[in-house]
T-cell receptor, first 112, second 115 residues
């Protein structure tokens, strides 16, 4: 079974600095997709960034980028120039076809 | 905003009552997924439906829970004879297809509280 592990229950970052959230996953498949979702206090799940496993290039969305290491089954999220609005729960997710698995989440606090 | 809509946003039920949660997918999306989130946990897959068909219900409890996605109207997650352990946030997501890079878009969730 595919599992997703986020080893950092909580992380903290100073405003304007950079933080990296870790995620590892377990799969025997070679074709899949990885996601980072943000869940603010409103509980809405917001897609932050997506990575196709067949692409070697790391995905980037403005201040958000990933470090995708397929052999190591690692998919970390880097947030640059952190803003107060980045404070939220962040969930890493793995998807292959209709099978989508989420990690337990990392709570990010941004200090002013 | 033509995103995924869920209602109600908050639902309170007493033990033994029925809970009905509704989900309207993004216009044009024919794939709907339901997830449950317990406090301080990630989302857990429950069921995947296409129009009029349940494709995968491997994550749904065998008793008291059912889901449907009729030809017309929203998808419904139904919980009969609710118990306190059913208290959670229930999220619906939709996608255009299951293959390829298609992303699941999530609704705002329904928070169910069982008294």
């Amino acid at each position: 079974a595919q599992t997703v592990t986020q080893s950092q229950p909580e992380m903290s970052v100073q405003e304007a600095e950079t933080v990296t959230l870790s995620c590892t996953y377990d799969t025997s498949e070679s074709d899949y997709y990885l996601f980072w979702y943000k869940q603010p206090p409103s509980r809405q799940m917001i897609l932050v960034i997506r990575q196709e496993a067949y692409k070697q290039q790391n995905a980037t969305e403005n201040r958000f980028s990933v470090n995708f290491q397929k052999a190591a089954k690692s998919f970390s999220l880097k947030i640059s120039d952190s803003q107060l609005g980045d404070a939220a729960m962040y969930f890493c997710a793995y998807r292959r076809n209709n099978d989508m698995r989420f990690g337990a989440g990392t709570r990010l606090t941004v200090k002013p | 905003n033509a995103g995924v809509m869920q209602n109600p946003r908050h639902l309170v039920r007493r033990r033994g009552q029925e809970a009905r949660l509704r989900c309207s997918p993004v216009k044009g999306h024919s794939h709907v997924y339901w997830y449950r989130q317990l406090p301080e946990e990630g989302l857990k897959f429950m069921v995947y439906l296409q129009k009029e068909n349940i494709i995968d219900e491997s994550g749904m409890p065998k008793e008291r829970f059912s889901a449907e996605f009729p030809k017309e109207g929203p998808s419904i997650l139904r919980i009969q004879q609710v118990v306190r352990g059913d208290s959670a946030a229930y999220f619906c997501a939709s996608s255009q297809s299951t293959g390829g890079p298609d992303t699941q878009y999530f609704g705002p969730g329904t928070r169910l509280t069982v008294l």
